[in-house]
């Protein structure tokens, strides 16, 4: 999709933080957007603020709730009649961080409602009707190469979860070629630095009834001023992205067509030669802490 004029897209989680930039980038390409979103505060306030750059909508939406996304997909087409740019963005962090068997059922279910049966549901209600359309297409999943490239052993389940969509995204763009279908998908690794979003404080939408059942105090490094701060102290690098910058890039990624859509995409496909290798041996593969950055 080289011209995304004209376009509508949709992003969830697109209210802050990365889905922000890729909002911003998609107006700049003369898109229409809709937002899913699921704070309607900040979702009312980015809708006002960007309205002077395009045409942009918002529809609170709980992407772990399949009516919600259903919803979501009606007001669109009710109001647009298409959709040509589907990106499943919205996302959370398990919350519990630290040894996998300190992970709580809780964690698993809230992590994976939103990461992973959030992009299903984006898929269940808006591709078939993007099919259905005939136009020129693209779904595209933000997913991360901690779990997406390879796993980050002190965030088991958010890697699983990440692992999950790519794999899920790499089927999803097998079938529509093999379908014969007028759509792509793409999968989206932030990346280029420390990305500072709203990841870092996803707990202030976890649902009650998804708490952890024996809290316990946050573990260094969880707040993103903790962790840039460890990493200057290491030593290592702790340069801060550009989320509009980030958002253009992604943008033109779709734009060129590329499946995979990084930063970085030499060390990563080192990494995977290492793992690969491993795996030929019958070994242990090393994890995102090899190199990945």
């Known amino acids: 999709m080289d011209d995304l004029s004209g376009k509508v897209a949709v992003v969830t989680g697109g209210a802050a933080g990365i889905g922000l930039g890729i909002v911003r980038a998609l107006l700049d390409e003369g898109c229409t957007v809709v937002i899913g979103d699921i704070e309607a505060d900040v979702l009312e306030r980015t809708v006002a603020e960007l309205a002077p750059r395009g045409t942009v909508r918002g529809v609170v939406t709980d992407v772990s709730d399949p009516a919600s996304v259903e919803a979501l997909a009606d007001a669109v087409y009710g109001e647009f009649g298409a959709c040509h740019v589907l990106w499943n963005n919205a996302g959370v962090t398990s919350g519990g961080g630290g040894n996998p068997w300190e992970q709580e059922a809780n964690d698993w279910r809230w992590c994976f409602g939103v990461n992973v049966f959030g992009t299903a549901n984006g898929v269940l209600s808006f591709v078939p009707r993007m099919i259905a359309g005939g136009e020129e297409g693209v779904v595209v999943t933000t997913s991360s190469g901690d779990g997406g490239i390879a796993p980050v052993p002190y965030a088991s389940v958010y890697a699983s979860s990440k692992a999950a969509i790519s794999c899920f995204t790499e089927a999803l763009a097998h079938q529509f070629v093999a379908q014969k279908t007028n759509l792509s998908a793409s999968v989206f690794y932030p990346s280029g630095g420390l990305l500072e979003t709203g990841l870092w404080e996803a707990q202030r939408n976890r649902p009650a009834e998804l708490a952890r059942v024996r809290p316990r105090p946050p573990a260094p490094g969880t707040t993103f001023a903790e962790f840039k701060a460890a990493l200057a ?9 550009d989320l509009d910058e980030l958002g253009r890039f992604a943008v033109q990624g779709v734009k060129d ?22 795996i030929s041996r019958g070994e242990l593969p090393p994890s995102a802490l090899a190199g990945l950055t």
Do not use: E, Q, W
């Open 257 to 278: 067509g590329k499946f995979v859509i990084s930063h970085g995409l030499d060390a990563a496909g080192a990494l995977l030669h290492a793992r690969a290798d491993a």
């Open 233 to 241: 102290a290491a030593g290592r690098p702790n340069d801060t992205v």
